[in-house]
C-alpha cells in the first residue's frame, strides 16, 4: 500500500520544529515511524505534511540530572534504553519490558516518546481502507458509533504501550515543549482515556523528555503483559507492580479475571 502524498521537513533543530509545528496544524511528527507508518499506508491518518525527527540529536540521551533523577530523551531508541548499563542498574524493569516490545527491529526504530504518545488501537480501526468501507464510521474517524461498546458515546480504543505502566507507576513525567515554552506533566495526567483523543497534547506541542524520579532506584518493579502471540503483538492487557523494599507494600486485595487469569501466580510470586 502507497504513502499519501505529503510535505516532508527534516527539522535540525528543535526550535525549527516547534516553529514547523506552530505554523502546520495538518502535520503528524515521525520519530521511529513503526506505528505511525502502517497508519499512513491505511490511510487512517491522511496529513498535509509529515516532520521527522529524527535529526533532532539533542533528544537522543540517557542521562541523569544533578538531583538524581533519571532523564531519557524522547527520540532515543528502545534498543539502546534497554541495553543501557544506566537504565539497567537504575531502572531494570523498564529495560526487562522493552525485551518483550515487538521485534529487534522495531525495538531498534522505535522511541520512548514514540511509544508514550501511541495511538490507540481496535479490531475495527487498524484495518484497510477496504474493510472501513464496509461499515459506518466509526467514533475514532468521525463517525457517531463505537463497534467495541455500541450503547455508548466513547470511543474504547486501546492504549497499548508497554512503557507506559512502569512509568506511571514510578511518577514519572513528561517535558513537553511548545513555541510558548515548556510544561511538565505526569505521566498520569497525560492521558484522557479516551481512544479517540487519548493524550492531553495540542498540535503544536512536542514531547521531548521523559524523567523517572531519583527514588525508583533500589526498588522492586514487575510488568506482565497478556497478548495472543508471544512473538510480537501488542498486550491486550499490561500491568505493572511496584513495591519497595522493607516497606509494606499496601496492597489490600488483587483481583485477575478474564484472559489474564494465566498472570495470578507472578503477582503472587512478585508479591511474596
Request: aromatic residues 10%.
Amino acid at each position: 500500500m502507497r504513502l499519501p502524498r505529503f510535505d516532508y521537513f527534516e527539522p535540525k533543530s528543535l526550535s525549527e520544529t516547534l516553529t514547523l509545528l506552530s505554523t502546520h496544524a495538518d502535520g503528524v511528527v515521525k520519530a521511529g515511524g513503526t506505528d505511525l507508518l502502517p497508519r499512513l499506508k491505511w490511510k487512517l491518518v491522511e496529513p498535509k505534511c509529515l516532520i521527522n525527527l529524527k535529526g533532532l540529536s539533542d533528544l537522543d540521551f540517557i542521562r541523569r540530572d544533578n538531583q538524581g533523577n533519571l532523564s531519557i530523551g524522547a527520540i532515543t531508541p528502545l534498543s539502546q534504553i534497554e541495553t543501557s548499563p544506566l537504565v539497567r542498574r537504575y531502572f531494570g524493569a523498564l529495560a526487562e519490558a522493552l525485551s518483550h516490545i515487538g521485534s529487534p527491529e522495531i525495538r531498534h526504530m522505535g522511541t520512548l516518546g514514540g511509544n508514550a504518545c501511541l495511538d490507540t488501537r481496535c479490531q475495527y480501526y487498524n484495518q484497510s481502507p477496504l474493510f472501513r468501507k464496509g461499515a459506518e464510521p466509526c467514533l475514532k474517524v468521525g463517525g457517531a458509533i463505537c463497534y467495541v461498546s455500541r450503547k455508548g458515546n466513547q470511543c474504547h480504543a486501546l492504549f497499548c504501550a508497554d512503557t507506559v505502566p512502569l512509568l506511571i507507576a514510578s511518577n514519572a513525567k513528561l517535558t513537553i515543549a511548545s513555541s510558548r515554552g515548556e510544561r511538565s506533566v505526569s505521566l498520569q495526567d497525560f492521558y484522557t482515556g479516551d481512544g479517540k483523543t487519548p493524550f492531553h497534547l495540542s498540535q503544536n506541542e512536542l514531547v521531548v523528555e521523559v524523567r523517572i524520579p531519583k527514588w525508583v532506584e533500589g526498588t522492586r518493579a514487575f510488568y506482565l503483559k497478556y497478548r495472543f502471540r508471544d512473538a510480537i503483538d501488542f498486550p491486550l492487557v499490561g500491568v505493572a507492580l511496584w513495591g519497595v523494599k522493607g516497606q509494606d507494600i499496601g496492597f489490600k486485595e488483587i483481583r485477575v479475571k478474564g484472559r489474564v487469569d494465566r498472570l495470578r501466580g507472578d503477582f503472587e510470586a512478585f508479591l511474596n
